[in-house]
């Protein structure tokens, strides 16, 4: 059975700090994605990591990919409040009944003066 | 454009009874899938649909829980004699084919009293 586990559950930041989350998976598969959701709303897709080694940015984020040691991370640089929310990480494949995704249980980040 | 679209927003049901929540598919997308989110949880796969069929139900956690998709967009998910387990929020996503991403709608909150 597929597992996927996100640590910390919970994250308290300091503004202005760097963090970095993590998510690790039990089986191999195709693609690893990371979505954001804040309170009471859906989830917002912020990368898709396809191979090993992938390493996307976006603004203050940065995700990587080890396959190998069915690894990624999620590196925050000089935290904002505005990143305050509900981070999950999920793995899936790309076709067919593989596409299902299998989400982790997420980490919420709270970003304090 | 127009983002999934799930309907009603929030659902309050008595135990036992019947009821259906709707999901509008991005334009175009054509694969469907639905989640169930508890709080404090990762969202949880319950059926994919490619087209007009279910190419994978194994989420569906009994017999009482059944969804529709029959001219290959809207679909359907319809739940008979609700339990106040089922109480959660039920998310829809779609994915166009060649693209990795699942959009995900805002889901509908059912409470069953």
């Known amino acids: 059975e597929l597992k996927v586990e996100q640590n910390p559950l919970f994250l308290s930041m300091q503004e202005g700090k760097n963090y970095t989350i993590y998510c690790n998976y039990s089986?191999?598969?195709?693609?690893l994605y990371w979505y954001r959701q804040d309170p009471g709303k859906s989830l917002e897709s912020l990368f898709v990591?396809?191979?090993?080694?992938a390493v996307k940015q976006e603004g203050r984020l940065m995700a990587s990919l080890d396959t190998k040691a069915r690894l990624s991370t999620l590196h925050i640089t000089a935290a904002v409040h505005d990143l305050s929310a509900t981070y999950f990480c999920?793995?899936?494949?790309?076709?067919?009944?593989?596409?299902?995704?299998?989400f982790g249980k997420g980490i919420t980040l709270s970003v304090r003066p | 454009g127009a983002g999934v679209s799930q309907t009603p927003s929030n659902k309050v049901t008595e135990k036992g009874k019947y009821v259906e929540l709707r999901c509008d598919p991005i334009?175009?997308?054509?694969?469907l899938y639905w989640y169930r989110q508890s709080l404090g949880q990762g969202p949880e796969f319950l059926i994919y649909?490619?087209?007009?069929?279910?190419?994978?139900d194994s989420g569906l956690p009994n017999d009482r829980f059944f969804a529709v998709r029959p001219e290959g967009s809207v679909s359907t998910l319809k739940i008979q004699r609700t339990e106040r387990g089922d109480s959660a929020v039920y998310l829809c996503?779609?994915?166009?084919?060649?693209?990795?991403?699942?959009?995900f709608g805002p889901g509908t909150r059912l409470t069953v009293l």
């Open positions: 999920a793995v899936g494949g790309y076709t067919g009944a593989n596409s299902k995704l299998t």
């Open positions: 334009s175009g997308h054509t694969a």
């Open positions: 990591l396809l191979s090993n080694g």
């Open positions: 996503a779609s994915r166009d084919a060649g693209s990795d991403t699942q959009y």
């Open positions: 649909f490619q087209g007009t069929g279910a190419a994978d």
């Open positions: 089986t191999t598969s195709d693609r």
